[in-house]
């Protein structure tokens, strides 16, 4: 089981930018998908972006496509949600997730939410217009 602390959420207005952090403390992040989701109030938590466990794949949700980039340190002890151009329906908690399991790591299905068993507490993200 990885730990992990998401942090860099704030308020910014429509067209700003920020940039999410997640820390995993206890290990490295090798052999791990990642992957960050939102969830807005009211609404069910969403796919947002996810990066394979040897960084060969990303992938985005279309709502953040062209706009968002997620990305590994070198350490591999830290994944970096970059948020640009950023809109109020951006407007949401943010979190961060890992998955050990490297078989079957497909487009698809990393964007199942169900198969990350670590999740992190979330970091609120407000986009005011």
């Known amino acids: 089981q990885v730990q992990l602390a998401e942090s860099g959420g704030g308020v910014v207005q429509a067209g700003g930018s920020l940039r999410l952090s997640c820390a995993a403390s206890?290990?490295?992040?090798?052999?791990?998908?990642l992957a960050w989701f939102r969830q807005a109030p009211g609404k069910e938590r969403e796919f947002v972006a996810a990066i394979s466990w040897s960084g060969g794949l990303t992938t985005y949700a279309d709502s953040v496509k062209g706009r968002f980039t997620i990305s590994r340190d070198n350490t591999l002890t830290t994944l970096y949600l970059q948020m640009n151009s950023l809109k109020p329906d951006d407007t949401a908690i943010y979190y961060c997730?890992?998955?050990?399991?490297?078989?079957?790591?497909?487009?698809?299905?990393?964007?199942?939410?169900?198969?990350?068993?670590?999740w992190g507490q979330g970091t609120q993200v407000t986009v005011s217009s």
């Open positions: 206890g290990r490295i992040l090798k052999n791990y998908n």
């Open positions: 997730a890992a998955d050990g399991q490297t078989r079957m790591t497909t487009d698809h299905s990393l964007r199942d939410n169900t198969r990350y068993g670590d």
